[in-house]
């Protein structure tokens, strides 16, 4: 499998996370050739986190359900966690769940002359974002238009995600046989 073919190993990965009762945020390859990272974000839905254990309890599941499939033929880390404070907005529902926090979204193509929008979100109005900028104007921008999005950190934003615990929540690795090692983060 190309290290590009994210919708294949999202279908592998998604049902591995959902088993755990995890919603998966996010699928991506990171760090290039030269340091090939699975990057894996879950969350559970009634908290928009993972503790140490459930990030531990994934790895361990996805290294299992990677090693038996084995879609990527090269070397890589596997690395899971929660999404973040600061994180990412993937799904359709991510713009309502965060209504009124502040967000950049980029998108692929210019719409009304620009391809960055900052503001604070504004739900869904079927397949479109919106956004109401920090020019007072209010966009509607097109889910599959959508480039990357992401919070941006505020104390708003702080107040509203209070994390479960702090306990445990370093980085640590573990060994994996001939995929490299296995990177657990916690962020949040």
């Not at 929660?82 to 009124?100: H, V």
């Not at 104390?155 to 573990?174: Q, V, Y």
Request: charged share 30%; glycine share 6%.
């Amino acid at each position: 499998m190309n290290l590009a073919d994210i919708a294949a190993l999202t279908r592998l990965i998604e049902p591995e996370a959902n088993a755990l009762g995890f919603d998966l945020v996010r699928v991506a390859m990171i760090g290039g050739t030269s340091d090939p990272t699975l990057q894996v974000m879950a969350e559970r839905p009634d908290t928009r986190q993972l503790t140490i254990d459930d990030c531990a309890d994934l790895s361990r599941r996805l290294s299992e359900a990677l090693d038996t499939a084995d879609p990527i033929a090269d070397a890589y880390r596997l690395e899971v966690s929660s999404p973040g404070i600061d994180r990412p907005l993937t799904r359709l529902k991510d713009f309502d769940d965060w209504k009124g926090h502040e967000a950049r979204i980029t998108l692929v193509e210019k719409l009304d002359g620009r391809k960055q929008f900052k503001g604070d979100l504004d739900g869904t109005e079927g397949q479109a974002v919106a956004i109401l900028t920090q020019d007072g104007n209010r966009h509607a921008l097109p889910f599959d238009q959508v480039e990357s999005a992401k919070l941006t950190l505020t104390d708003r934003l702080i107040a509203a995600t209070a994390p479960l615990s702090s306990t445990g929540a370093d980085e640590f690795e573990i060994d994996a046989p001939a995929e490299g090692a296995h990177k657990i983060q916690v962020e949040g």
